[in-house]
């Protein structure tokens, strides 16, 4: 024993070396670790941060539209994506599982709840387990779930089933503006897939209307978190964080009014309904501001679903030109007044005028004309003879040329939407330069017609139109950038200005005139009806149903505070009469502008008192005498033959009339027919009972036709026969049957119609 002890203790102290040793290595190694931070040339704390750090991303909202009084048009919300986890790596306890244990399960009780079969969530199930897959999610069902779905899947508590948070744009007022406004989705891949960019999130743009024009100030900047974290992912309580906030886009204010653009929905929905027309345009704007109040066209889409959006992908108002129609009239109108070229009194003779000897004749609407007229009538009955004699013989084709120009209608307007087209001025041919001056040949846009109607309802001064308010920061509330009211030209003066509104009140008002539908109780309405021909394959359709029908009109005329435009294409209408295409248009037109002008709290005007008097005996005065007796009384006075003396009156004496009311007068000569053109039948049955005739009257409104020509002597127990017709049937054209007064070839029936 006392032999192997030196042994022993010689083993114990090379032992106790190495051990000793190893405690130096490792105590050097420790303070060179402590001091270095290196391990190996590797710095550790980059390693442990790149293992247990984590940078999360902190989305940026999208900008909110609102309209003019702050209502929301669209705003980004919350959306979920459904995500099945399968790794079983997932789960640490047994009875609290983090993956998906029982697919078929998961798969029924899913289907209750996302737009797909129970076997397809079970085939994606189980396919990702066998494919050894970390997680799967479904495809679009299992995108955009909403807050309430997603509390009730969670609500089901079913193992490795959980989502992630997105956003998507929620457009409250469904079909509302949606050309104006646009919408914004995520951006494809050739492969259908979405973009998802570096940080993860994928990216939005805006791909119409307000959504693409204004897409760098709606779009937000994402922010970034840096946090440390456990091996699975989860924020170690004691962990620090570092943050940099998401700056979220811009929010939009609208020229819009929700009220308004309401009004206008509702309206071109009923419409679409009784008429179902291929085509609706229409705008409402503030010719003081230039604003637009509302826009809309049918067809239309929803802006969340794009449901409808295959059927017009353009903003019909901004990005279409067309032949306007005799809308035009109203700025040819205009430019004459200013260029002192109009006299309403003088005389001209409607039906055809040709412009050169090697010209096809030009017609009025319905192919005869009314014979001499003053050209006020002219305007009153749509007549393409007087704008045509105006353009050439009054104006001069440079001179009118010149007010295109200044009305705006040979470039675009700047309105802030994307894609606005311009007008295309056909100008080169006298026949060119003269359907331009009524509305043909040449195109504009709708746009481009409320602008340069802002010059007639804003005495002289024409605006640009506008539809964007104002820009505002979203996390400040503070205003980037207003935008202000903007004269772009002065083409005529406030005093034209006024004629003109003053003469297109006559247009509504007149019996003669085309646009008796478009009267709104209480409130003075000043426009212009138009009728424009559509281009087809072989030249412009026929038909009376193959018309673009508009009115473009302001009120109250005086100082008219909206311009509301509308136009119909090809409606289903009844029977053969082409005046019928005012009824859809009024339907627009009339409730827009009479709830938008009562929403405005735009008074009615008051009516003055109509003048009565009580109609004194005629009898036995001279019939000088007596015409200026009832002149002086505000009466219209009608003589009946060229005798010296009253013999007879109607009405009777003792009568009490109203102030303008026709008083016929029988006087001791032979007893002649007036020209009866825009009687009342009241006004004719007054001829009768003078005279005795007999009377026979067909339709109703006002007379356009009698079978006893003016100054032709009447005999009691004679047959008048005499037409009447509304004023829109007035102004209907025979557009497939050839009239034989006219002497109209069958090429003058290809000539294009319009009123």
């Not at 004459?336 to 017609?363: C, L, M, W």
């Not at 509301?564 to 859809?584: N, S």
Request: charged letters at 25%.
């Amino acid at each position: 024993m006392n032999k192997k002890q030196p042994y022993m203790n010689v083993g114990a102290a090379i032992l106790f070396g190495i051990f000793g040793l190893l405690f130096f290595v490792l105590i050097c190694r420790y303070f060179s670790i402590q001091i270095t931070g290196e391990v190996s040339g590797q710095p550790l704390a980059a390693k442990a941060q790149q293992k247990y750090g984590r940078e999360g991303t902190l989305q940026a909202e999208r900008g909110i539209i609102f309209d003019r009084n702050g209502e929301l048009v669209a705003e980004d919300t919350a959306a979920y994506t459904l995500i099945a986890i399968l790794d079983k790596k997932m789960t640490t306890n047994s009875k609290k599982p983090k993956h998906v244990k029982d697919p078929g399960k998961t798969a029924q009780e899913l289907s209750k709840y996302i737009k797909m079969d129970e076997t397809e969530i079970y085939k994606i199930l189980t396919t990702g387990k066998e494919n050894k897959r970390f997680q799967v999610e479904f495809g679009k069902a299992g995108r955009d779930i909403s807050y309430d779905i997603k509390k009730k899947i969670e609500g089901l508590e079913l193992p490795g089933i959980t989502f992630s948070r997105d956003s998507k744009r929620f457009y409250p007022n469904g079909i509302f503006a949606s050309h104006l406004v646009g919408y914004a989705e995520r951006v494809k891949q050739k492969d259908g897939t979405d973009v998802k960019q570096k940080d993860g999130t994928y990216k939005t743009e805006g791909r119409m209307g307000i959504e693409k024009a204004f897409n760098d100030e709606l779009t937000g900047e994402n922010g970034k978190i840096n946090y440390e974290s456990d091996l699975w992912g989860y924020i170690l309580p004691d962990g620090k964080e570092k943050i940099t906030p998401a700056q979220d886009g811009n929010d939009i204010y609208l020229t819009i009014d929700k009220k308004i653009q309401t009004f206008l929905e509702d309206a071109m929905d009923n419409v679409v309904k009784e008429y179902k027309p291929k085509k609706i345009i229409a705008v409402v704007a503030d010719p003081k501001t230039g604003e637009i109040l509302a826009m809309g066209q049918r067809p239309s889409f929803q802006p969340k679903t794009k449901e409808g959006i295959e059927k017009s992908w353009h903003n019909e108002a901004v990005e279409t030109s067309f032949e306007p129609g005799s809308t035009m009239k109203i700025f040819t109108l205009a430019a004459a007044i200013q260029e002192n070229k109009f006299d309403p009194n003088e005389q001209y003779e409607s039906g055809s005028y040709r412009v050169t000897d090697k010209d096809k004749a030009i017609h009025d609407h319905n192919g005869s004309g009314w014979g001499t007229i003053t050209y006020l009538e002219g305007v009153q009955r749509s007549s393409n003879v007087a704008f045509a004699k105006i353009a050439k013989e009054k104006l001069g084709f440079d001179t009118f040329r010149e007010y295109l120009t200044k009305f705006g209608f040979d470039k675009p307007t700047g309105i802030e939407l994307p894609d606005e087209t311009s007008g295309k001025i056909q100008y080169t041919y006298p026949s060119e330069k003269i359907t331009t001056a009524y509305g043909q040949g040449t195109a504009i846009t709708p746009i481009q017609q409320i602008q340069a109607a802002t010059a007639i309802a804003n005495d002289g001064k024409m605006l640009k139109p506008k539809v964007v308010e104002k820009i505002v920061n979203h996390d400040t509330g503070e205003t980037i950038k207003k935008l202000s009211p903007e004269v772009v030209s002065t083409p005529i003066s406030a005093e034209t200005a006024k004629q003109v509104r003053d003469i297109l009140e006559t247009v509504v008002t007149s019996p003669k005139g085309t646009g008796g539908r478009y009267k709104i109780d209480g409130y003075s309405v000043a426009g212009k009806t138009g009728t424009a021909n559509i281009p087809g394959p072989g030249g412009y359709l026929k038909g009376v149903n193959n018309y673009m029908f508009s009115f473009l009109g302001m009120a109250p005329k005086d100082d008219p505070k909206l311009i509301v435009y509308v136009a119909v294409q090809q409606p289903e209408l009844v029977g053969d009469d082409a005046g019928q295409g005012a009824i859809p248009v009024s339907a627009i037109f009339n409730p827009v502008m009479k709830n938008s002008l009562h929403y405005l709290n735009i008074q009615p005007s008051m009516l003055e008192k109509a003048v009565v008097n009580k109609l004194s005996n005629l009898n036995g005065q001279t019939t000088e005498e007596a015409v200026k007796n009832l002149k002086d009384h505000g009466f219209e006075t009608v003589v009946l033959g060229k005798g010296s003396k009253v013999v007879g009156q109607l009405p009777k004496a003792g009568t009490t009339i109203l102030e303008g009311e026709k008083v016929i007068i029988q006087t001791d000569g032979d007893l002649t027919a007036p020209d009866m053109t825009g009687w009342s039948l009241r006004d004719v049955m007054k001829i009768a009972n003078l005279t005795g005739v007999k009377l026979n009257s067909k339709g109703k409104g006002y007379v356009t036709q009698q079978n006893i020509q003016p100054n032709a002597i009447l005999h009691s127990g004679d047959f008048l026969i005499v037409d009447f017709k509304s004023p829109e049937e007035q102004w209907d054209t025979e557009i497939n049957v050839k009239n034989d007064e006219t002497g109209k070839t069958e090429e003058d029936k290809e000539e294009k119609v319009q009123d």
